[in-house]
T-cell receptor
Framework: GEDVEQSLFLSVREGDSSVINCTYTDSSSTYLYWYKQEPGAGLQLLTYIFSNMDMKQDQRLTVLLNKKDKHLSLRIADTQTGDSAIYFCAESPFNDYKLSFGAGTTVTVRA | SQTIHQWPATLVQPVGSPLSLECTVEGTSNPNLYWYRQAAGRGLQLLFYSVGIGQISSEVPQNLSASRPQDRQFILSSKKLLLSDSGFYLC????????????FGQGTRLTVV
């Protein structure tokens, strides 16, 4: 989606932390999502954050939101080989179903 | 270049009416095709996927059906819409045999009234 931008590739060593970044343009965004797509599978919602929050943590995942800069990040602690996938950032505006996705970041975990 | 077309962008339908959403892909052959739905405030839900012509897998039981009459055409249908069918429907495709890239349509916002 042209309103949501992500870097395309990330390579990380097993056991290290991964940080995937995303920027968006719609200032009315209410929900910001991270989805994961593994090879041959559909999208899986990993986590989401409301725009009135700065941070959300869920086990190995930490989402940080900088509303001023319209910047969203996903940190994966202790990255494992099973974390290799495409990660999509998405946003939806207030009172609307519409989702705008980024192009996805392909994360490759190397041993 | 590969492109994906999904239409219409917005649709308002009365309860009990039929539905047909169409998605076509250009620039690739034998893609995996997907229909997703997002209800307000919720994440995407995979509804159907197809790995080839006439091959449809349903992820959840529901009021909807899908068909793939041609390699690059994927249709989402309903005979009688329910209020709960309202949502944002997204078509997507990726390449075979392993989807290392995924491409999405622009989505259809369906409101059932």
């Amino acid at each position: 989606g042209e309103d949501v931008e992500q870097s395309l590739f990330l390579s990380v060593r097993e056991g290290d932390s991964s940080v995937i970044n995303c920027t968006y343009t719609d200032s009315s965004s209410t929900y910001l999502y991270w989805y994961k797509q593994e090879p041959g599978a559909g999208l899986q919602l990993l986590t989401y954050i409301f725009s009135n929050m700065d941070m959300k943590q869920d086990q190995r995942l930490t989402v940080l939101l900088n509303k001023k800069d319209k910047h969203l990040s996903l940190r994966i602690a202790d990255t494992q080989t099973g974390d290799s996938a495409i990660y999509f950032c998405a946003e939806s505006p207030f009172n609307d179903y519409k989702l705008s996705f980024g192009a996805g970041t392909t994360v490759t975990v190397r041993a | 270049s590969q492109t994906i077309h999904q239409w219409p962008a917005t649709l308002v339908q009365p309860v009990g009416s039929p539905l047909s959403l169409e998605c076509t892909v250009e620039g690739t052959s034998n893609p995996n095709l997907y229909w997703y739905r997002q209800a307000a405030g919720r994440g995407l839900q995979l509804l159907f996927y197809s790995v080839g012509i006439g091959q449809i897998s349903s992820e959840v039981p529901q009021n909807l059906s899908a068909s793939r009459p041609q390699d690059r055409q994927f249709i989402l249908s309903s005979k009688k819409l329910l209020l709960s069918d309202s949502g944002f429907y997204l078509c997507a495709w990726d390449t075979t045999p392993l989807g290392t890239e995924a491409f999405f349509g622009q989505g259809t916002r369906l409101t059932v009234v």
